[in-house]
Structure formats: C-alpha cells, structure tokens
C-alpha cells in the first residue's frame, strides 16, 4: 500500500499545483517506480505501455468522432437539427431550453463527446435564449448540463475507452447507452419546465404549426439521417464503431460540402486543426494512462484497494453509494478518458463481485464522470458554456444544481435497477 499511497498523493499533488493532467500521470508513475521500486518493474515499462495503449483499433474511433462533430457543427447540421426541434417545442414555457436539450441529444448520437455537443449547440443556443429573455445563467448552465449527454448516448468516446480498457463489447455499451441517455435527457427537460414557470421564462410566443414542422423538416431531412445512418449500420452489424466513427467523417463532409454548402475550405480547416488540438491532448493522455493503469496491475493495487472497499461494508446498496459517491469527487478533478483507464480495472472487480453487469458498470462510471463535467474545479463543459455566453461559473451554478440533481436521480436508476441499462441487450 506504500506505493499505492505515493502514487496517488504524488498524482492529486501535482493536480493541485496545476501540472496539466497527462504530465501528473506520467511524472506520478514515474516518481513512484523510483521511490517504491526493486527494480522489478523497469523505467522502460511507461514508455512501452504508453505506447501499446495507443495502438488499438477500436480507439481509432476517437479523432474520427472528434472530426465528425467539428465539420457538423461548420456545416450546418447542428444548426438544422435545432431549427426541427424548435417547431415542435418552441413555443412551450421554457421551450427554448427543451429545444436545447434535445438538440444535445441528437447531436451527441453523432459526435460522441460532451464538449462538441456543448460548443456546437451552445453557440447557437445561448445566443437565442437570451434574446427570448432567459436569464444568461440559465442559458448557459442547461447547455453545460444537456452537452453530458453527449457521452451516454451512443457513439460514446468514453464507452470506447472502457472498452478497451477493459474487454468490454463497445456495440453492448452502445446499445446499453440509449435508454439512460434518454432519460437524462427527459430529466433535464422537466427541471427545464418547473424553472420556466417559477421564474417567468416564456421564451417562444409563437403556436405550433404543422407547415412549419413540415418545412423544418425537409430542411434537416440530410442531418436527421446521419444518427441512422451511423447506428443503423453499428447495430446491424455492418461496421464496427471505429468504421463508423469514418463513415460519420465522410457523410460530414458530403452533407456540409455539396447539400448544404455551408463547409467551406476555411472551415474543413477549423475542424481538422481542432480536432488536431483535442486529439494530441487526448492520445497523449491515453497512453500515459495506459502506463499508470498497468503499474497499478504490476504492482496489485487493485486488488488491494478492491478488498479494502469490500471490507468497508458488505451491504450492495451502502457499497454501490460510496462507489458512486468517489467517482462524483473523481469526475471533479480528473478528465473522463484517464479516470476510466485508471478506475475502471480497479472497480470492476468490485462491483462485479456485486453481481453488477461490465456493461452496467461502465455506464454508471461514465455518467459519474460526465456530471463531473459540470462541476467545478475541472468542469469542461461549464468551462466551455462559460466561454461562448461571458457568464461567471458562479452565476451558472445557481441553476446547475438543479440540473445536477436531475442527472443524479437518473444515475440512481443505472445503478440500482439492472434493467434499465440491459433491456436493449435482452
């Protein structure tokens, strides 16, 4: 437990003296093998593991979803799918904010990531909600809240990387990702409608109109079907997540470039530079993480730390609550992608012996983490919706933990009822 004690007080120190995350993982590993080290685990083993991390197929996935959902949201996608949306809820007490959670949902059922469903929709829909009146906080907390959703429902990069890290079927994580994605979706929308009322948003004055929706509708017909289209031939069989994660690359493009003829050069460039950006940041922390996570096997840390959790208490519920309860506090200080890699080998053991399923487990972890994206300190999602409206965090979290809330209650049901996560697998 030495090494164990070393290496993750070396970590959240190098954290709190704002070392940038990948760095800490790396230069933790490394002060632990010198320190705790006989010279049975050499040096050598971080620069090998970080590099087998990154050489996997199924994480091929990753930049291709990452570009997927730039040249959407360049190419006027996002944008058509919002306006469909709108006429069928617009005019709705809090209407505006609905429009914008089912907008995230639908368009984190192409990009896959939290952050491109926050910047792509919240560009457009913070603006547009503060015209109609909403208060900017508000405005810019349900955008950080809805983009969460952006790694639950499928294509997921974090369901990627639990499945790599830990054997599990992504297309089961895929499939298993739909209900729950749904229903915090659904919750965030209801938060959306009781706020509405109690603080007078009215948001859209406009009625419903068939016509409108008919128009909107033939309008987005090309961005509606790109969900279809990547889902359809996943769950079919007729490509694997990371073939579809290109094929959404190339329909992108297409749809963007000659349909609607909105992506242009400048913009094909936008999207491949940030994409560039997110991605270095991102495989660099992988393969780090890779490093970290097998020293934690080498070393048979896991397995201590499992038993230790386990003999805390042998009660399911009470167990399953501090899990979750650790993973909240996790998501607010570490990146999704490194924490999965590094807890996911840990705890799965744990819960396991619980009787709870791989693929369960991996969307209970996942949404932990995800709601740690709207939590301060590391908050990229609130981060992001902070950016694009110049609101202060403060004023956000005045609505977000409503929002919070909601999101909590539906963890709840991922974790304590089987079902709601393995009835798409029935």
């Known amino acids: 437990m030495q090494s164990a004690a070393v290496l993750f007080l070396t970590f959240f120190i190098l954290l709190i003296l704002m070392v940038p995350i990948g760095y800490s993982i790396g230069i933790a590993t490394l002060f632990t093998i010198l320190v705790c080290g006989d010279g049975s685990i050499p040096l050598l083993m971080i620069t090998q593991k970080s590099i087998t991390g990154v050489d996997s197929f199924p994480l091929m996935a990753v930049p291709f979803f990452m570009l997927a959902g730039n040249l959407m949201s360049g190419g006027g996608i996002a944008k058509r799918i919002l306006n469909f949306f709108d006429t069928f809820m617009g005019f709705i007490a809090g209407g505006l904010s609905m429009v914008t959670t089912v907008t995230c949902m639908f368009f984190a059922a192409i990009s896959g990531s939290a952050i491109a469903t926050t910047s792509a929709v919240g560009a457009f829909m913070i603006p547009a909600m503060k015209d109609k009146g909403y208060d900017e906080g508000f405005s810019a907390s349900i955008c950080a809240a809805a983009g969460t959703i952006g790694v639950i429902i499928p294509p997921s990069v974090p369901f990627v990387i639990y499945g790599v890290a830990t054997g599990t079927s992504i297309t089961d994580l895929f499939k298993a990702g739909i209900i729950p994605g749904l229903a915090m979706g659904v919750a965030l929308m209801i938060v959306c409608y009781i706020m509405a009322k109690k603080y007078g948003f009215k948001g859209e004055t406009k009625k419903f109109s068939f016509k409108a929706v008919v128009k909107s509708f033939v309008d987005a017909i090309w961005a509606l079907l790109s969900p279809v289209i990547i889902l359809g031939g996943i769950y079919s069989g007729k490509f694997t997540p990371?073939?579809?994660?290109?094929?959404?690359?190339?329909?992108?493009?297409?749809?963007?470039?000659?349909?609607?003829?909105?992506?242009?050069?400048?913009?094909?460039?936008?999207?491949?530079?940030?994409?560039?950006?997110?991605n270095g940041s991102t495989?660099?922390?992988?393969?780090?993480?890779?490093?970290?996570?097998?020293?934690?096997?080498?070393?048979?840390?896991?397995?201590?730390?499992?038993?230790?959790?386990?003999?805390?208490?042998?009660?399911k519920i009470i167990l399953l609550i501090l899990i979750n309860i650790f993973l909240l506090v996790i998501g607010c200080l570490v990146d999704n992608i490194p924490a999965t890699i590094i807890l996911a080998p840990i705890l799965l053991p744990v819960v396991e012996a619980l009787g709870m399923s791989p693929v369960t487990f991996g969307i209970m972890l996942t949404m932990n983490l995800a709601i740690g994206f709207c939590t301060p300190p590391y908050g990229i999602d609130l981060f992001v919706a902070s950016a694009i409206s110049g609101v202060s965090?403060?004023?956000?979290?005045?609505?977000?933990?409503?929002?919070?809330?909601?999101?909590?209650?539906?963890?709840?049901?991922?974790?304590y009822w089987p079902a709601f996560t393995m009835f798409a697998l029935a």
């Open 242 to 278: 990371t073939e579809a994660a290109v094929i959404s690359v190339v329909y992108s493009y297409i749809v963007g470039r000659f349909v609607y003829k909105e992506l242009d050069n400048k913009g094909v460039y936008k999207a491949l530079r940030d994409t560039i950006v997110i």
């Open 393 to 415: 965090i403060g004023k956000m979290m005045k609505f977000m933990l409503w929002f919070i809330f909601s999101l909590l209650v539906v963890l709840m049901l991922v974790t």
């Open 283 to 315: 495989t660099f922390m992988v393969g780090l993480s890779s490093a970290f996570a097998a020293y934690l096997s080498l070393t048979g840390i896991p397995r201590t730390l499992a038993a230790a959790l386990i003999g805390v208490t042998d009660n």
